[in-house]
């Protein structure tokens, strides 16, 4: 239900754009939101978008570095990371909140994507 892609392998101080497709009807009246994992760590929350794009939430080591956004209309959300630095490495989940809003907690999310891998080298 969730595909999420563009993920590869970067040098420090470069740029990606993650995106992250869900199928029709399970995103559109819902918050998204992008998570990721590292080798050996728990899932943290990175950053999340009302239903509307209205409102976002961002990780304070993410924060100014990465922007998220969506495409309402064809429920798709993206994650553009600047600045990436080598603890950015890690597998970038997508997901759907269970409501309007988007919380950073893994609880609040309904759906998760497969992941994509971001490795971002010093």
């Known amino acids: 239900q969730l595909q999420a892609s563009g993920g590869g392998l970067v040098q420090a101080g470069g740029s990606l754009r993650l995106s992250c497709a869900a199928s029709?009807?399970?995103?559109?009246?819902?918050?998204m939101g992008w998570f990721r994992q590292g080798t050996g760590k728990e899932r943290e929350f990175v950053a999340s978008?009302?239903?509307?794009?209205?409102?976002?939430s961002y990780a304070d080591n993410v924060q100014g570095r990465f922007t998220i956004s969506r495409n309402y209309g064809k429920s798709t959300v993206y994650l553009q990371m600047n600045s990436l630095k080598p603890e950015d490495t890690g597998v970038y989940y997508c997901?759907?909140?269970?409501?309007?809003?988007?919380?950073?907690?893994?609880?609040?999310?309904?759906?998760w994507g497969q992941g994509t891998l971001v490795t971002v080298s010093s």
């Open positions: 029709r009807g399970t995103s559109s009246n819902n918050g």
């Open positions: 978008i009302a239903w509307n794009g209205g409102s976002t």
């Open positions: 997901a759907v909140s269970r409501s309007s809003y988007a919380g950073r907690g893994l609880d609040n999310y309904r759906y």
